[in-house]
């Protein structure tokens, strides 16, 4: 069989894809490996009718909806090889499992790569985040930090400053911030700790306090660890379609790539910001490309 369109990714922007797709009739192939980037978020925020509900209640939610077209197959696969063919594309799976379809959806998103700092991971999800957005709305008004080496740090703490005043910010021994942001952060009661970090402390998921190189230690009771994103498909490097600087996948308006019938969608295309209505409206807008591609394809 193949499949008028195979989309790679479960996320939001995957899931209101396939639901548009659906809804067009189109015979399409959901792939999924299970493994969403936002699974240790106890909740989700912004989404209209769906705020504060948990990531996994929202898939569950999604694919009850999708499979009301039966014309969408969900595969619960890993997706490791991808190339595009003279009719369409042909996927591969890590089990040996082919699939072809005349257009290929990628919507796999990021990856995040933290900063190691011992003791990250077992807060992780429960007091420390990366999303100001998803969960700054349970951390409002408490001692909280912000650690980030990337170039961003200086527009991520004025952002935290609308859930908490009481802000201790961290480059981790890094230079992400010029002396003119320190000083204006400064200025707003944001103590600015630019030496290495040490640890995490905490108990049971809660942090307690950062502590550094030199032995010190601040008191904190939750915060943002800012990471680095890259793609998390490890085929699109075989497809050769272009990227963007910051290293999403480059589309036109309609989530078009450089490569003919090759679409992306939400986070691996757009890296930030990372909410579900941002991906699944790209989810929803691209399907419509796909489908009016399709469209134009078989009326002629």
């Not at 995040?112 to 985040?129: A, D, H, Q």
């Not at 005043?165 to 961290?170: G, M, Q």
């Amino acid at each position: 069989m193949i499949y008028d369109c195979a989309i790679i990714g479960g996320g939001p922007a995957g899931l209101n894809a396939a639901l548009v797709l659906g809804m067009a009739r189109r015979n399409v192939a959901l792939i999924d490996d299970n493994r969403p980037r936002n699974a240790v978020t106890h909740a989700s925020h912004g989404f209209i009718t769906r705020d504060g509900v948990s990531p996994s209640e929202f898939r569950r939610i999604a694919h009850e909806e999708i499979r009301r077209y039966l014309s969408v197959e969900h595969v619960p696969a890993e997706i490791v090889t991808a190339r595009r063919l003279d009719s369409g594309f042909e996927v591969l799976d890590s089990s040996g499992g082919r699939i072809l379809a005349r257009k290929l959806l990628i919507a796999t998103g990021v990856k995040e790569i933290f900063p190691e700092i011992e003791g990250f991971y077992p807060l992780y999800g429960k007091s420390l985040f990366n999303c100001p957005y998803c969960d700054g709305w349970e951390l409002r008004d408490q001692p909280l930090v912000v650690v980030s080496e990337q170039p961003s740090l200086f527009h991520t703490a004025k952002l935290l400053l609308n859930w908490s005043k009481n802000l201790v910010v961290c480059t981790n021994g890094v230079s992400s911030l010029t002396s003119e942001q320190i000083i204006r952060l400064q200025s707003k009661g944001i103590v600015v700790m630019e030496k290495p970090i040490a640890s995490f402390a905490g108990n049971n998921g809660r942090l307690e306090e950062v502590r550094f190189t030199d032995g010190t230690a601040v008191p904190r009771v939750g915060g943002f660890v800012t990471p680095k994103l890259v793609q998390s498909a490890p085929f699109l490097d075989q497809l050769g379609c272009e990227m963007t600087k910051a290293g999403g996948v480059s589309i036109d308006e309609s989530g078009r790539t450089s490569i003919p019938g090759l679409y992306a969608a939400g986070d691996a295309a757009q890296f930030m910001p990372s909410q579900l209505v941002y991906a699944a409206a790209a989810g929803s807008r691209t399907a419509a490309g796909v489908n009016m591609e399709l469209t134009e394809e078989d009326f002629e």
